[in-house]
Every structure is written in structure tokens, then in C-alpha cells.
DNA sequence: AGTGTTACTATCATTTCGGTAGTTATGTTA
DNA sequence: TAACATAACTACCGAAATGATAGTAACACT
């Protein structure tokens, strides 16, 4: 897993994966769209070493999905902060989330609502043109010209 | 990251990636997506060590989203092919793919097309009930009571 | 001065990874 | 029939990553 062989790769997925290829990352994710910003938050809710979030964060904040905020000069801290490209990780979040429910869904499971209407999310991906769900009809994959 | 500890977890992110938590096993799913079945297939594609390559496969027909094929009787041999659970892991896979290629789109991509209409396919999040886009709205965490 | 808070860094045993070589069971070729 | 090829592994080992605990730095509070 060499994340400059992978950033090479045509392929869209393995793009992402160069970095976010470890369940701390996307559980750090995860947090900070349900609203933690801070390292002893984190920490205490996902139960990972302080090392070990170090560095996570480090990279997170390094490939522009999470930025760090002074939210106090004396004493100085920095709390972390999701960048439009962190934001814009949430539907990875949600589907992972809908592929969890229905296959590992024993026992009782958080629920996710619209905050207004209270009614219960329910994702699903489609084709944004045709509107039809994804896996419904056969694709086919394309490789790039050689350069 | 403790498979038991995570499976306990109420969260259906966390339960997904309890197993699910790394590049391999996505990128093997990614390809068993795309067509490939054998062993040596994957070893090839992926670029990855024999000893990595059994124990992802065999975690990801443990855990049921591949299942082992007899597909030759003598010499005896064996494929993975997709199970249900794993045919549903698709859209967590083009969600990654559409933000690779949003955030990490640089230079060539491989492109993914409706195989009958040639179109390409733009995969989007939307809720079930309401079409609306997974993150336009503000969401509220429920935890489930406490057993 | 002593204690508490927050965000770390340092250390180290254990685990996992990545790469190479070898194995098993068989078909194919000379 | 001996040698080679193929597919799907297993064994091994040095290197890297993980997880757990302890310690540090910069302050505030009492």
C-alpha cells in the first residue's frame, strides 16, 4: 500500500483509498460530521492511542479533509474542523452506514434523522441523469488512453 | 480496532468497517466488481503478497460478501464470486469513486459507463422518501435506548 | 505552590505487512 | 515418463504499524 503508486492509479477508488484506507480515518470522519472537533474528544470516543491519532489527524489535515482552527490563544489550542472536501466525505459515510444497517444491522443501532422533519434518512445512490439506483444496470469501465 | 469491540458498536458505520477497514479488502471488492474471480487475477491486479491476498478472501467469504466456487474438479480450484451482501457493497465503493474523482481527479480517470446507453454514470446520495441530496440538509443522531 | 486541562510526544512490546520462496495437485509437452 | 507449466496457496522473515501507557508543555485556577 504505497500512497504514491496508488495517487497514480486511474482508477477513482484507489484514489481515495491511498489515505483513507483505514477505519481510524473514516471513524475520525465519522465524529467530525457528527460534530467533535477536538483531540480529547476524539480520543475518549473512539478509545485510539494519542499516537495514533496524532497521526491521523496529521494526514487528514494534510490531504485538505479536515483543517485546524485556533480556538484559543491562551493557552493556545487548535480544535479540527472539516473543509469542504471533509464535508463532501459524508455520503462515503452514509452509505457504508445503509450497507451496515441492512447486512450487520443485530440489535439496536443508532438512527440517523432530518433534523426538521424528524422522519428517518434513508440513502440510497442513483444515477444523478436517469435517477435509477446504482447496481440495477450492468456498467462498464473505461481505462484512459495511454497518456 | 477490535472486530468484537466494533460489532457491539450501534453505530452501522463503525459495524461496516469492523472488517471492511482497509484498502485491500475495498480494492478487492472493487474488483470483484469488475469481472475478476480468481486468485491469481487479484494477485496480478492488485499487486499484492499471496499470504495478504488469502487472509483478505478469506474474511471477506467469512464475513459473506464473497463465496468460494469449485470451477474445475481435477485439477482441483476454486473462484470468489460475489454474494448478495457483496453486490450491495457497490455503491459504497462508486461513492468513493465520485469523490476520487472530485477531489482527486488529476490527470487520466477510468470512467464508468452505462454498458447499454454509452452514458456516464454520475453517482449522487440522495434520502429514499424525499430525493433530496444526502447533505443539504442538517441531520440528528439518535442513540438507541440504553437496551 | 499545587492541581487540573488540553494537546500532544516518547517508548516499547506486539501485531501486521510485504516480499520471496516453497508446496500441492494436477495438466501438458517432449 | 520426466520435465515443465499452472493455480492456489503456505512458510518464513525483516520492516513497519499498532496499541497502551507514561511523560511533557503551556497555561488556568485556587
Known amino acids: 500500500m504505497n500512497d504514491k503508486n496508488i495517487c497514480d492509479d486511474p482508477c477513482p477508488i484507489a484514489r481515495c483509498l491511498a489515505f483513507l484506507g483505514d477505519a481510524w480515518s473514516l471513524l475520525i470522519l465519522r465524529d467530525a460530521h457528527f460534530g467533535l472537533t477536538r483531540f480529547d474528544q476524539f480520543r475518549k470516543n473512539l478509545g485510539i ?47 457504508m452506514g445503509a450497507w451496515g444497517r441492512q447486512y450487520r444491522g443485530e440489535g439496536q443501532l443508532v438512527r440517523i434523522l432530518d433534523a426538521e422533519t424528524g422522519a428517518e434518512i434513508r440513502p440510497v445512490l442513483v444515477d444523478e441523469v436517469t435517477g435509477i439506483k446504482i447496481g440495477n444496470r450492468p ?8 497518456d
Not at 493557552?75 to 469542504?84: D, I, N
Not at 456498467?139 to 495511454?146: L, S
Request: net charge neutral.
Open 139 to 146: 456498467i462498464r469501465i473505461v481505462e484512459p488512453d495511454g
Open 49 to 95: 492511542g494519542p499516537a495514533i491519532l496524532t497521526r491521523r489527524l496529521a494526514t487528514l489535515t494534510a490531504e485538505g479533509l479536515l483543517e485546524k482552527r485556533l480556538y484559543s490563544e491562551r493557552p493556545p489550542r487548535e480544535e479540527y474542523v472539516l473543509t469542504a472536501a471533509g464535508r463532501d466525505f459524508l455520503p462515503v459515510l452514509f452509505t
